[in-house]
T-cell receptor
Framework: DTGVSQNPRHKITKRGQNVTFRCDPI?????LYWYRQTLGQGPEFLTY????????KSRLLSDRFSAERPKGSFSTLEIQRTEQGDSAMYLC???????????FGQGTRLTVV | GENVEQHPSTLSVQEGDSAVIKCTYS??????FPWYKQELGKRPQLIID?????GEKKDQRIAVTLNKTAKHFSLHITETQPEDSAVYFC??????????????FGAGTRLAVHP
């Protein structure tokens, strides 16, 4: 499968723990996006990278959230001190800067108990 | 701020009927409008998109129309089939200096096609 890959697919964690998710974009795509989706809602933008540079972060993104893309390839999203409200599907998407078509990964479903 | 409104939230049709989903965007600088289909437990999949220099685009049974003046765009599915049942999301984006920016999504429309 040469599409966008996310790991893990599911994560259950206790409140207060830290979690980290990984996204591997389509190899030739230089843009990588993180979105969060809760039940019955559309994906909500969190942050995006062009190569290794983080170009925008949502104002809704608390300081407990951090994302990196150190070599301009895969990206990680870390949530520190998780809260029950963080429970959601975390989606990654990638695209080329000259082409707006964005392709999504399968997502990581986070459940905070 | 940037916002996309989508209607209806649920849509139920008989197999063979047409379905129309409508979206309105707030940012007049938006110039790219994709539609995604998401089946239960699966990733959103791009099914069709339109750019602001085009008023209509068709791909077999699906078509998208864009009214830039009114800031409206719509998805039309003809001859619906049970496998069209899914949640459909509209989105809007605009082109910045380095490329297209983030997608702003609507809240989704749950389409049910009954045999």
């Amino acid at each position: 499968d040469t599409g966008v890959s996310q790991n893990p697919r599911h994560k259950i964690t206790k409140r207060g723990q830290n979690v980290t998710f990984r996204c591997d974009p389509i190899s030739e795509h230089n843009r990588l996006y993180w979105y969060r989706q809760t039940l019955g809602q559309g994906p909500e933008f969190l942050t995006y990278f062009q190569n290794e540079a983080q170009l925008e972060k949502s104002r809704l993104l608390s300081d407990r959230f951090s994302a990196e893309r150190p070599k301009g390839s895969f990206s990680t999203l870390e949530i520190q001190r998780t809260e029950q409200g963080d429970s959601a599907m975390y989606l990654c998407a990638s695209s080329s800067s000259g082409n707006p078509e964005a392709f999504f990964g399968q997502g990581t479903r986070l459940t905070v108990v | 701020g940037e916002n996309v409104e989508q209607h209806p939230s649920t849509l139920s049709v008989q197999e063979g009927d047409s379905a129309v989903i409508k979206c309105t965007y707030s940012d007049s600088a938006s110039n790219y409008f994709p539609w995604y289909k998401q089946e239960l437990g699966k990733r959103p999949q791009l099914i069709i998109d339109i750019r602001s220099n085009v008023g209509e685009k068709k791909d077999q049974r699906i078509a998208v129309t864009l009214n830039k003046t009114a800031k409206h765009f719509s998805l039309h599915i003809t001859e619906t089939q049970p496998e069209d049942s899914a949640v459909y999301f509209c989105a809007a984006s605009k082109q910045g200096s380095g490329g297209y920016n983030k997608l702003i999504f609507g809240a989704g429309t749950r389409l049910a096609v009954h045999p």
